[in-house]
């Protein structure tokens, strides 16, 4: 009985329920709520309700309709949302059933199918393999891991994850071939579970939601006090019961700023605006407010840390080990290459690869044997190249190449081979060993057939040239990036699906593990102690696997970061990396997450602001993501921490020249109350400039403020202590600047007097 197939259950956002709750999330909108009651109110009075009074309801309400369209037309315009996880599923497929091989849609699979995959393919299912010829696949978005998986039928380990003979939804079948049995489709893959993992995870407030709300639970409070304190008084003088309400609600609607929503969002969307130039496109702008709250940036490493590519990091050759310059733009230093040895090993490398040609290059022939023609035409030779694991290829050499002449491999150079080789593989290097052999012209004439699968030619005696060792090396900009976040007292902490020893290399070098810190397995090196010996406070850094935070509970994890400053995890799943984000949430921090593959996307949504990769990332990761980063560049963050810092810094600025108007408003209408002395300016009046003063001016500050010289060097505002409204600002504002402008508003009302006598 077949079964029936199953796709991701992927639902399209819909954008307006999506905008709705994101305004109604934004809690500016219960100030104009709180002044439409009031203008209900206004309008529902018969008694008094004449010509000017609906006049001034219909102006406060259209007041209300026009700013919420604003801050849902800037909300609108700066979401990007991505049907992300369906540009993963592949199209078509080719499967064989009843012995028929033909294509059909991937859609369509069913457990049990048997399908091919070749290179330049999508894995359209989890699939077991059971047959493969060269088959590699790129697992980076799911793994982390930059190089290429060999797929094969032997099972490796008892991870799915990490074991060979499973290639999983998705990924890229980047050469060879491959058969296999489907044995899951749709949400039970690796990826669909990733996705049902990243749908589930509730988004949390943001900061600055937070601090509005708190700003308006503080006005709202002032505003009823004051209208009932009004109130209290215009009833004890004598004022008829509907009149004082009116005098209670018109002070509730005049002391709420009707322009904070507009103010708030300019604020934020001119601030990512001036991001968008600098290559960060903000879709939650929100999260341009939260990037410059950030405590802790759990940053992926392969793609956003590192360059995504394979380089060439050192060379042992004439015994000693040479490094290579890995700089994005090659300004390093570079070895002497002028030894016979090294131009052997060169040779050998060039020849011996896969290197593919860019497209519009199809008619341009590509060696494919590994055993090439000399260029120089008197020698009639064949070179015969081979690389492989060290290991494998020493055995098959008998001499080694050492300053350009082939000694005998003897014990000494075999020692000399295995101290190179663990140097280079504790470096979290990939190592590779290079040997080549010149065949005599008598046994391998010109015109040989050379036949790889009988393996016609020799496959011992060959001179072994060297060893070449390979790393993801960091982005150039990437270490300033860091100490700049150390410098605004930001912790950058690694999370990776590599291994961990690479983990740790790049981490050192980019200087996530500083410079003298030590892990605990260092130090124990150090003293020649076992590890259980070690005091784990005595470790600055840590480094965590997969397989040991699998082990850990919470608090335990609670307790290791709080432990350790400088943390690094390897071999993590993408629940893992929800786990680490939530534990850091725990010690209060405001975390932010980089990172550009499938794995990273649950981490991405649960965090308090996620950063995607615009080149590299996947548009799963985009899509979780708050904010991509279009050069997918590391520093890109470090900008966006100091816009982030200056927008709640000229919010404050903003915040406080609202507040000052709010005593001098109100003391020409205690005075109209108490000694009935005639308003100077109408409430439609007051409305009008109460609107020009609350958001063309505030308006100033984020469009023209620039930021404090010592911005970059404050510690993370805590969001406990460290509010946008506190008692020091109400104070300043209404005590210090209002005591100014009440004396210019009781001028006001004494010249009004003045004219009316």
Not at 197 to 216: D, M, Q, R, W
Not at 236 to 243: A, E, Q, S
Not at 610 to 634: E, Q, R, T
């Amino acid at each position: 009985t077949r079964l029936h197939f199953r796709e991701v259950a992927f639902l399209d956002p819909n954008i307006w329920d999506c905008q709705s709750r994101g305004q109604a999330r934004d809690s500016g909108l219960s100030i104009p709520q709180l002044q439409s009651w009031g203008e209900v109110f206004l309008m529902v009075l018969p008694p008094l309700l004449s010509t000017s009074r609906l006049y001034l309801a219909i102006a406060l309400i259209a007041v209300v309709v026009v700013t919420g369209c604003f801050g849902y037309y800037q909300e609108f315009k700066s979401t990007n949302i991505i049907a992300s996880f369906k540009n993963l599923v592949p199209q078509q497929a080719t499967v064989i059933r009843d012995g028929d091989k033909f294509q059909i849609n991937a859609n369509q699979l069913v457990v049990g199918d048997l399908v091919e995959i070749k290179g330049g393919d999508r894995v359209p299912a989890d699939i077991r393999i059971i047959t493969s010829q060269g088959c590699k696949v790129d697992n980076s978005s799911l793994t982390g891991e930059s190089e290429p998986q060999t797929r094969a039928p032997e099972c490796t380990h008892e991870s799915p994850l990490e074991t060979r003979n499973i290639a999983f939804f998705s990924t890229m079948c980047l050469e060879g071939t491959a058969t296999g049995i489907i044995i899951n489709t749709g949400d039970r893959t690796i990826i669909g579970r990733i996705a049902s993992l990243a749908s589930g995870v509730e988004n949390e407030k943001t900061p600055i939601a937070i601090e509005i709300e708190h700003f308006v639970d503080i006005i709202a409070g002032l505003a009823i006090f004051f209208g009932a304190t009004f109130f209290v008084v215009a009833m004890v003088i004598g004022y008829p019961f509907l009149k004082a309400m009116v005098f209670f609600m018109a002070i509730v609607v005049a002391y709420v700023p009707e322009g904070l929503l507009a103010t708030v969002t300019v604020c934020l969307s001119l601030t990512a605006k001036r991001l968008a130039r600098k290559n960060c496109v903000v879709k939650n702008l929100e999260a341009v407010e939260t990037l410059g709250s950030t405590s802790v940036i759990c940053s992926d490493k392969t793609g956003t840390l590192t360059q995504n590519r394979m380089t060439v990091s050192h060379l042992w050759f004439d015994n000693q080990i040479h490094t290579a310059d890995t700089t994005e733009d090659q300004s390093g230093q570079s070895f002497d290459q002028s030894s016979e040895t090294w131009r052997a090993l060169c040779k050998v490398v060039s020849l011996c690869n896969r290197a593919f040609f860019k497209s519009g290059q199809d008619s341009v022939p590509v060696p494919k044997l590994s055993i090439h023609e000399l260029d120089d035409p008197r020698d009639q030779r064949y070179l015969m190249v081979m690389k492989g694991a060290p290991e494998r290829i020493l055995e098959r050499c008998s001499t080694i190449m050492i300053k350009g002449q082939e000694l005998p491999l003897d014990e000494q150079w075999k020692e000399a081979f295995q101290t190179a080789y663990m140097d280079l593989g504790g470096l979290g290097e990939r190592v590779l060993g290079f040997c080549h052999l010149y065949l005599p012209q008598s046994e391998f004439p010109r015109g040989y057939n050379f036949d790889s699968d009988e393996m016609n030619f020799p496959t011992s005696g060959l001179c072994f040239a060297g060893l070449i060792s390979m790393i993801d090396p960091p982005r150039a900009t990437v270490p300033d990036a860091v100490m700049k976040c150390r410098t605004a007292g930001i912790r950058v902490i690694m999370v990776t699906g590599d291994h961990p020893i690479t983990a740790k290399a790049i981490a050192a070098s980019v200087g996530i593990i500083s410079e003298g810190s030590e892990t605990v397995e260092d130090i124990a090196t150090r003293l020649r102690i076992p590890v259980e010996q070690v005091n784990k406070r005595d470790a600055r850094a840590c480094v965590v696997n997969g397989g040991q935070l699998k082990d850990m509970e919470t608090e335990e994890l609670v307790e290791i970061l709080k432990m350790h400053p400088e943390m690094v995890f390897a071999r993590t799943s993408p629940q893992q990396k929800l786990i680490i984000v939530e534990s850091c949430q725990k010690l209060g921090a405001i975390v932010a997450v980089t990172g550009d593959g499938v794995n990273d996307s649950p981490a991405l949504k649960k965090a308090d602001i996620g950063v995607a990769m615009g080149i590299a990332g996947s548009d799963a990761a985009k899509n979780a993501a708050d904010m991509i980063l279009l050069d997918d560049n590391f520093a890109s963050i470090v900008t966006g921490v100091e816009q982030g810092r200056l927008i709640f810094d000229n919010l404050k600025k903003s915040i406080a020249y609202t507040l000052t108007k709010n005593i001098p408003e109100l003391t020409p209408y205690l005075i109209y109350i108490t000694v009935s002395v005639p308003l100077p300016l109408g409430c439609i009046t007051i409305l009008f400039i109460e609107l020009c003063t609350d958001i063309v001016i505030p308006l100033s500050f984020p469009a023209y403020e620039r930021a404090e010289s010592d911005i970059m060097h404050l510690k993370p505002r805590n969001p406990r202590r460290d509010r946008l409204v506190n008692e020091a600002l109400a104070v300043y504002s209404y005590f210090q600047i209002d005591e100014r402008c009440l004396r210019r508003s009781v001028d006001v009302c004494s010249g009004s007097l003045i004219i009316i006598v």
